[in-house]
């Protein structure tokens, strides 16, 4: 996550997933406020699609950047917009893609609370909302969503530190990204996963933020110095850390993260970071072109809420990893 995933990704690294809820949508276009559906588009009709981005950070111009590959690829136009990390931007930007009279709407979402918002206003328009890293709203009232399964990213890497430190007492840091549901989730896998004897001693915010999480990452080798393994919401951040225990000359320090960009990997093959999990905003961008057709299209066997792929990426297996970007 970005994202937003989150990366994020999130990543975009950032996420809440609804496995559960997972299906074929075999009716077009989202509801009206809990109405009914309208029809599927015909194959012949020429599609427009709006997509309203995050931020500008590698997860979100990879993931424009693949939306815009794909969507070429696919003979569908794609306008896009950039919210800048601005809820109320992303209000604007939704109703700018309403008045442009789009076919859907893909929002790589700001704020949680705030899209609640825009997918009234889009209801309202008759226009379906797709989203991308996100499902943790009334899936009734939107098209579908591409989610990376934030739980699942926590959980990997709390298991993967359990089994690294041998049962041995160790004390953790967090550097998160924005508090909210996917960080929460996210943490919360983490935490329950790193087992008894690992003690998460600390968990700072960074906001998504390289230089914030280098502050943060000087905060913490201040109040907690004897850490040893730290997690890191995504690369970007994880990177800002990496510097300020390099600067203190902490190379003991283990550093597990999120994402799978080049850089990234080639961390873990250099031994920077102890460990990464992939979920490129390549793979979410693809995804998310693909599914807003085929539900427009009214196309069988296209799920409502799709899961990207994950691959936890150490040196062993750094070769293998997932091309990022478009």
Not at 132 to 144: P, Y
Not at 167 to 193: S, Y
């Amino acid at each position: 996550m970005s994202a937003t995933p989150g990366r994020g990704r999130i990543p975009a690294f950032r996420t809440a997933t609804a496995l559960a809820l997972a299906g074929l949508a075999l009716a077009g276009c989202s509801v009206d406020e809990g109405k009914t559906a309208s029809a599927p588009i015909a194959a012949g009709k020429d599609l427009t699609l709006g997509f309203v981005n995050g931020n500008s950070i590698e997860f979100h111009t990879c993931l424009q950047r693949a939306m815009q590959a794909r969507a070429d690829a696919s003979g569908v136009k794609l306008l896009t917009s950039n919210s800048a990390m601005d809820p109320a931007k992303e209000l604007s930007n939704i109703d700018d893609m309403i008045v442009k009279k789009v076919d859907a709407i893909v929002v790589q979402t700001v704020n949680i609370d705030s899209l609640e918002g825009g997918i009234g206003r889009a209801n309202r328009a008759g226009i379906p909302i797709f989203l991308t890293s996100v499902a943790s709203v009334d899936q009734t009232k939107i098209l579908g969503a591409v989610v990376t399964d934030v739980k699942k990213v926590g959980r990997e890497l709390g298991e993967w530190l359990a089994k690294d430190s041998g049962g041995e007492p160790v004390e953790v840091g967090v550097i998160g990204g924005a508090p909210g549901a996917a960080a929460d989730l996210m943490n919360d896998a983490f935490k329950g996963a790193v087992g008894d004897s690992a003690k998460v001693v600390f968990d700072q915010p960074a906001m998504w933020q390289r230089a914030k999480a280098q502050d943060v990452a000087d905060n913490l080798l201040q109040a907690r110095p004897k850490v040893t393994y730290v997690f890191v919401h995504n690369e970007d951040m994880a990177f800002g850390a990496l510097a300020a225990f390099k600067a203190a000359g902490r190379d003991d320090i283990k550093i597990l993260t999120n994402g799978g960009s080049e850089a990234g990997v080639k961390a873990v093959q250099d031994g920077e970071f102890a460990v990464t999990v992939s979920n490129t905003p390549k793979s979410v961008g693809e995804m998310a072109v693909d599914n807003v057709v085929g539900l427009l299209r009214g196309t069988q066997g296209v799920e409502k809420i799709a899961t990207v792929p994950d691959a936890l990426v150490t040196s062993e297996n750094a070769s293998e990893a997932p091309s990022y970007c478009a």
